[in-house]
């Protein structure tokens, strides 16, 4: 008969079987801060309570050594899997990179390669003997290898649990439940180890050690279970200060609330023990302002109004060493007295915008009186000088010809020597309408002189320009004035000009259409004369 069941047996297979049921209770909080390694961590427990069992039940010698080889992998490697947890779950495995996680598993590895391989050293066992007597157990008398690695095991448990502790005693009041479950979960492997090394053990043959991890992992079901260990992390406590004046609440990735600071409790009216684990959306009256705003891949911001304050909203993303997304940070800015200063800042950066505007409709007018003859309303000889420089310009560079038209009304002086200079502003104002009426948007009408009008035609050739201006004089000549029941009808002379043909340059081309005008004057007056 190969293996015996004793009571050794069922300590172990029990043990191992509820570390395999933490494990499943863990699987489904492995995203968790320090799922994995707790996950890992019962798994390997399980293997090494198993095979204590088996080790247990084994009749033959050479079986019982082979199970305790085997039972080796998982005692190894539970303490540092244990050590990961409490790393990853009190926020400070900042420097736990692959490399130094790899080199925390060296000492292991080793331990397990010389307990396989202990045959041919004798380093883990140097000896064996039998147990008490119905026990079916055997005694194991240990080499120095053993001892290094019960040393390392006390080491990584101790440092575990002063870890735990250390976090526990710097928690806020609303996580100090759930770090206690966790510390007094730690300190029954450190207490199996103390009694296992000072050789303790009441029950000579049973591995103390793994039964002190079945302990652990019933609190820690409990915790789960009951204290919301796993639910609740406090993940970021370490970044909330708590006397930041600025309102702070920490979020988790499930919009769960896990921190707040005094001064969110005050501008929530609400205690941290009564809304710490409720969504936010339950806590903020504002939720369906900023839902958009929680976002894992970049910030947000947005200033939100309420009935009686302004508040600017300002939520992050917080990323972990492992550069994981563990929730967000919510920073709550009240900004009613800055708004107010921007209000009356607005309501006086308004009435200087009306205020410019009016200056600019002043300048604009006080331009365009610059530029216009009171009189007509058509441009003056100032304009004039500038409109010609640049038409003459875009002519010479587009290649099509520019003319310019001189008027002049017949015996002017005689109509204000007759009538008097009212009748012949009259007249001047007359001519200035028909002109600025038949011309086109392009064509820039000038009043030269006292009687003389000159209009720059762009685009337009010499015979153009002729039937054009004989157009005006033709109207002109229709219209008819009265002063005191007298009719007046007025003429007019015109001279053409046209470039290139008649003058390449501003001085020529006004020579050119002056001469043409005076030469309608000397032929008869009232026609129009091209420059030849």
């Not at 002063?162 to 928690?171: E, Y």
């Not at 970044?239 to 988790?252: A, E, F, K, Q």
């Not at 006086?348 to 409709?361: P, S, Y």
């Amino acid at each position: 008969m190969k293996y015996l069941l004793t009571p050794y047996t069922f300590a172990q297979i029990l043990t191992g079987v509820v570390a395999i049921l933490v494990a499943g209770i863990v699987w489904k909080r492995r995203e968790s801060r320090g799922g994995w390694p707790l996950f890992l961590l019962f798994i390997a427990v399980s293997e090494w309570a198993l095979a204590n069992g088996f080790e247990a039940a084994a009749v033959p010698q050479d079986l019982k050594i082979l199970w305790s080889k085997i039972g080796y992998i998982g005692s190894q490697i539970s303490p540092v899997l244990l050590l990961l947890f409490a790393l990853q779950y009190t926020g400070r495995g900042k420097r736990i990179n692959p490399l130094t996680t790899g080199l925390l598993f060296v000492i292991p590895a080793m331990i397990i390669f010389l307990a396989g391989t202990n045959d041919t050293h004798g380093l883990i066992w140097v000896g064996y003997s039998p147990g008490p007597i119905g026990t079916n157990s055997l005694i194991y008398r240990h080499g120095p290898a053993f001892w290094i690695a019960m040393a390392y095991i006390f080491t990584v448990v101790a440092a575990t649990t002063a870890l735990l502790i250390l976090s526990a005693v710097r928690s806020q009041r609303i996580y100090k439940k759930q770090n206690n479950i966790v510390v007094a979960a730690s300190l029954f492997p450190w207490m199996g180890s103390v009694i296992y090394i000072l050789g303790l053990n009441p029950f000579p043959g049973l591995d103390i050690i793994s039964i002190s991890f079945l302990i652990n992992g019933l609190i820690l079901v409990w915790g789960i279970s009951s204290g919301r260990l796993m639910d609740i992390v406090p993940i970021a406590h370490e970044l909330v200060i708590g006397s930041l004046t600025d309102p702070i609440l920490v979020v988790d990735e499930r919009l769960r609330l896990i921190d707040i600071n005094p001064a969110a409790e005050k501008l929530l009216s609400a205690s941290s023990d009564k809304i710490i684990g409720s969504t936010i959306g339950d806590v903020v009256g504002f939720w369906k302002e900023i839902e958009d705003l929680f976002q894992p891949e970049r910030s947000g911001q947005l200033e939100i109004t309420l009935k009686d304050r302004y508040l600017d909203v300002r939520i992050s993303p917080l990323i972990d060493h492992q550069e994981k997304f563990i929730g967000w940070a919510v920073i709550l800015d009240d900004i009613s007295h800055r708004k107010e200063i921007e209000n009356d800042l607005h309501e006086v950066n308004q009435q200087l915008v009306f205020q410019l505007d009016e200056i600019r409709k002043l300048q604009d007018q006080l331009q365009k009186q610059a530029m216009r003859d009171s009189l007509t309303g058509v441009f003056n000889r100032r304009y004039l000088d500038e409109t010609l420089t640049r038409e003459i310009a875009h002519a010479t560079r587009q290649g099509y010809p520019l003319s310019i038209i001189m008027i002049d009304v017949d015996h002017f002086k005689k109509i204000n020597d007759s009538y008097g200079h009212k009748m012949g502003d009259e007249v001047i104002a007359a001519m200035g309408h028909i002109l600025q009426s038949q011309t086109r948007e392009s064509d820039c009408v000038c009043r030269y002189g006292g009687d003389e009008f000159l209009l720059v035609m762009p685009e337009m050739s010499q015979e153009d320009a002729f039937l054009r201006a004989e157009l005006w004089r033709k109207d002109i000549k229709a219209m008819v004035f009265q002063s005191n029941k007298q009719v007046i009808n007025v003429s007019i002379s015109i001279g053409i000009a046209t470039y290139p043909e008649n003058g390449n340059n501003i001085d020529a081309l006004l020579k050119a259409a002056d001469d043409a005008m005076y030469k309608a004057k000397e032929s008869g007056r009232d026609r129009t004369c091209i420059s030849e």
